[in-house]
């Protein structure tokens, strides 16, 4: 089962950008569907992108298309979340998982899902 350690979040005004990172331990990184999900406060985790195993296509919710990108560098069992124009709405708990299809991300399949890891804070300021 893949480990995932997320990294990168912050404090950072409306507006701004982060970088978040997650790094997967595992030989089979790349056979490996991964997304991000977001908890905030008060409210139940949801998806917010994910991207194949080559990395060659990506799926996004509606309210971070064009703001979000994700990608992945299979070489270093790696996946980031790169967020512009940041929101004081995206504020949350940011986590990383992965899953044996982008399907299976999207619509949360908890039987496909590998373990939770702590997560990493994302806070926007208005």
């Known amino acids: 089962q893949v480990q995932l350690v997320e990294s990168g979040g912050g404090l950072v005004q409306a507006g701004g950008s982060l970088r978040l990172s997650c790094a997967a331990s595992g030989r089979t990184f790349a056979s490996y569907a991964m997304g991000w999900f977001r908890q905030a406060p008060g409210k139940e985790r949801e998806f917010v992108a994910g991207i194949i195993g080559s990395g060659a296509s990506a799926y996004y919710v509606d309210d971070v298309k064009g703001r979000f990108t994700i990608s992945r560098d299979n070489a270093k069992n790696s996946v980031y979340l790169q967020m512009n124009s940041l929101k004081p709405a995206d504020t949350a708990v940011y986590y990383c998982?992965?899953?044996?299809?982008?399907?299976?991300?999207?619509?949360?399949?908890?039987?496909?899902?590998?373990?939770w890891g702590q997560g990493t804070q994302v806070t926007v300021s208005s």
């Open positions: 998982n992965a899953a044996s299809k982008l399907h299976s991300l999207v619509v949360g399949t908890t039987e496909d899902l590998g373990s």
